[in-house]
């Protein structure tokens, strides 16, 4: 900073606050400074006596993102509509204008259906005339004053009910055009704050849902899971992405958390005393893998980057920002965190992480951590014991993810009398009621089922995933909760798995239930029945997480929805028939035989013949 000596001490300060402050004013107002750039550090005269250099304490947080959309045009690229309403209008900045459409009565029309989706609001015409909801739930931590509160909610401005997520999430639907506004009310009344649970944001943080009672877990990760969640909430630099993002923390634990389908993923690792080194001492890391998107048939990857736990917020925070500043915003299909990965190469890409840290990031082998253990395929229901003796929690079976507000009622009721008021969202779309003593347990299971609920489920039922479906989303082909309780019913009356299987049905080929990552995953389809269409599905078989990572490969399509129960019935018929041991999955039986070799198993299907 320059400055005329001719002035006094108190009249250069006064020149330099009033230069600062005209320019800032202007700059917010997109209207040219007085010379130079705000928001680029460079001098601003007044009067031709004092020069003042604005920093960049100025620059506005979503200034990187209108300066990653300038060098993509700027290159000879064109915004795509989303991006293009982004840059138009602060998404952030809309609550005017949903509290006067919901006083008329009217939904949003054109980019401001996207545009909305920040405050997780979802217009999902033509399925329904209505809106759906999304929530936050860091780690899927629920309190039972919460469900309390969103029970009344449910039945006051949506549709009696909530759906559970494979996000450990929630979601009201059949939100009529007048209650937008108190929905999101009422959230923040029960502590809920979900903006950015849509759009182009980093969505429900998720952590292994027995963070902290599970006894064979290495760390526990709700913290960091929470930790993350309020540091997105709370910078607004963290919306407004290419598109949108997830981060998962598992803490090597009995029910996985599946990082290795999202954007960055966190698990953690121990290192023992004979790898250890003055770098990576004996005890507890986390490797980061990255890209994962399994609707895009692919995993996060590891890096060769292993953390503390106290450097993970940061690591993920720089990410997102290079992230940020390179993902592609022209082109919506290939907008995700993966293409990048894809165009640069982990190691470019590490390298300008390192850069926006400020510091290296550090790298440990990964053979030299102890191999992870398989979860436990069943550990998300029934009775188990926590590792606080004496106490246990109870894994709810929630069919297809949904509950009415009744139901959870009671379920906080139950929550409060015989445990500690908490509750925890999985991944499997049910929910875990924590720390029940052993003398309470089979009070509480009787009241689980008198409520129209079950805590046991069927090697079917417990890895049964469906997305909303043609019932509540535009996408979808296919009414996929309906079909998925269906083919449960039908397999179950003819078949006894001795074994879990996953069965993962998706509307559409956004894959919100993942079918690549299901024992038998099914995708949406319209079907031709002689000169009709009808919804139907396309079969995929052998895909896996974790340990038993792969992605499925298609064994049938065009399958009717009406048939779908019976192909599914005899693939799993021909598994347990056919495979080598009994102790041999399915994902192994899938991944031993050629799709040919598994199609001969299927001749007998009247539906395939």
Not at 308 to 335: H, L, M, Q, S
Not at 391 to 407: A, F, H, K, W
Request: hydrophobic share 40%.
């Amino acid at each position: 900073m320059s400055v005329d000596e001719n002035f006094s001490e108190e009249q250069q300060n006064y020149l330099q606050g009033f230069a600062l402050g005209a320019d800032v004013a202007r700059k917010i107002r997109n209207l040219p400074v007085i010379s130079g750039s705000a928001s680029s550090g460079t001098s601003i005269s007044v009067g031709g006596s004092v020069a003042v250099s604005v920093s960049d304490v100025v620059r506005r947080p979503e200034q990187r993102h209108y300066d990653a959309q300038d060098r993509q045009t700027d290159a000879g690229g064109k915004l795509c509509a989303e991006e293009q309403a982004k840059r138009e209008k602060n998404p952030l900045d809309m609550w005017d204008e949903m509290q006067a459409r919901a006083r008329s009565g009217e939904f949003p029309k054109g980019t401001d259906v996207f545009l909305q989706k920040f405050h997780g609001l979802f217009y999902v015409a033509p399925a329904q005339d209505s809106y759906m909801c999304r929530m936050r739930f860091p780690g899927g931590d629920l309190r039972s004053y919460q469900l309390r509160g969103l029970a009344d909610l449910a039945d006051s401005d949506a549709g009696g009910f909530v759906d559970v997520t494979t996000r450990a999430n929630l979601q009201f639907r059949e939100i009529p055009a007048e209650s937008p506004i108190n929905i999101l009310i009422g959230l923040r009344n029960l502590g809920i704050i979900n903006i950015g649970a849509g759009g182009d944001n980093i969505r429900n943080v998720t952590a292994s849902p027995l963070s902290g009672i599970d006894a064979r877990e290495l760390i526990e990760t709700l913290p960091l899971a929470q930790e993350m969640h309020h540091y997105i909430i709370n910078n607004r630099e963290m919306y407004g992405l290419p598109r949108k993002f997830n981060i998962a923390f598992d803490g090597g634990g009995t029910i996985t958390a599946l990082e290795d389908t999202n954007d960055i993923g966190f698990h953690a690792v121990e290192v023992v005393e004979e790898n250890a080194s003055e770098e990576f001492p004996a005890g507890v890391y986390f490797q980061l893998a990255l890209g994962g998107i399994t609707g895009h048939e692919d995993f996060a990857r590891y890096t060769g980057v292993l953390l503390k736990p106290a450097e993970c917020v940061e690591v993920a925070t720089a990410i997102v920002r290079v992230f940020i500043d390179n993902g592609d915003r022209t082109d919506r299909k290939k907008a995700r965190l993966k293409y990048v990965l894809d165009d640069w190469g982990f190691e470019k890409f590490l390298t300008q992480v390192e850069e926006e840290l400020g510091h290296s990031l550090p790298r440990f082998p990964l053979e030299s951590c102890e191999p992870r253990e398989d979860d436990d395929r069943l550990a998300h229901l029934d009775v188990r014991a926590q590792k606080q003796p004496g106490l246990n929690y109870i894994g709810v079976v929630l069919p297809v993810g949904r509950i009415t507000s009744e139901q959870m009622r009671q379920i906080a009721r139950l929550a409060d009398r015989y445990g500690s008021g908490t509750l925890r969202l999985t991944v499997w779309q049910n929910l875990l009621i924590p720390d029940i003593s052993d003398e309470s347990v089979e009070e509480v299971t009787a009241a689980i089922e008198a409520m129209g609920l079950d805590y046991r489920a069927t090697s079917v039922r417990a890895g049964l995933v469906a997305c909303t479906g043609a019932a509540g989303c535009k996408f979808a082909a296919s009414h996929t909760k309906q079909h998925a309780m269906q083919i449960a019913e039908f397999v179950e009356n003819e078949l006894e798995l001795d074994t879990p299987v996953n069965i993962h049905l998706t509307g559409c080929h956004h894959s919100c239930a993942q079918h690549y990552i299901g024992d038998l995953g099914l995708i949406g389809a319209n079907v031709e029945d002689g000169e009709d269409m009808v919804e139907g599905y396309h079969l995929f078989v052998g895909g896996g997480y974790g340990n038993q990572q792969a992605i499925g490969r298609e064994l049938l399509s065009n399958i009717r929805a009406i048939d779908a129960p019976e192909v599914v019935c005899q693939v799993l018929r021909s598994y347990l028939e056919q495979r080598d041991t009994p102790e041999q999955t399915f994902v192994e039986f899938a991944q031993s035989k050629t799709i040919e070799e598994l199609k001969s198993l299927l001749e007998t299907v009247p539906a395939m013949a």
